[in-house]
């Protein structure tokens, strides 16, 4: 049906950036919002950034200044640039995609990609 494939995980010292991708591939025939989710160790999901297909952003308060989301449509791909990367940002991150596929036109369906580890060292 759907892959949502991530990327642009590793390790990286307090203060520092990353980048990361997540290109969804499938019989899809649109992507409404897509977004970026993380999860520590012991704690829940939790929302990190989201993007319509127009372009319209939110993201948590935490990162706010920090984060930057954006998408390619034509690639069917979603970034979150993390600069300024704290020891809290620590995580596993997840993307998200609320995909209509062609053979289901007229509903949305959500998909998660696999995680992609993010290590922030102090």
């Known amino acids: 049906q759907v892959q949502l494939v991530e990327s642009g995980g590793g390790l990286v010292q307090a203060g520092g950036s990353l980048r990361l991708s997540c290109a969804a591939s499938?019989?899809?025939?649109?992507?409404?919002?897509m977004g970026w989710y993380r999860q520590a160790p012991g704690k829940q999901r939790e929302l990190v950034a989201t993007?319509?297909?127009?372009?319209?952003?939110n993201s948590a308060a935490s990162v706010k200044g920090r984060f930057t989301i954006s998408r390619d449509n034509a690639k069917n791909t979603v970034y979150l640039q993390m600069s300024s990367l704290k020891p809290e940002d620590a995580a596993v991150y997840y993307c998200?995609?609320?995909?209509?596929?062609?053979?289901?036109?007229?509903?949305?369906?959500?998909?998660w990609g696999q995680g992609t580890q993010v290590t922030v060292s102090s």
């Open positions: 499938g019989s899809i025939f649109r992507i409404n919002a």
């Open positions: 998200n995609a609320q995909v209509v596929l062609t053979t289901t036109p007229g509903v949305a369906f959500g998909s």
């Open positions: 993007i319509t297909n127009g372009g319209l952003r």
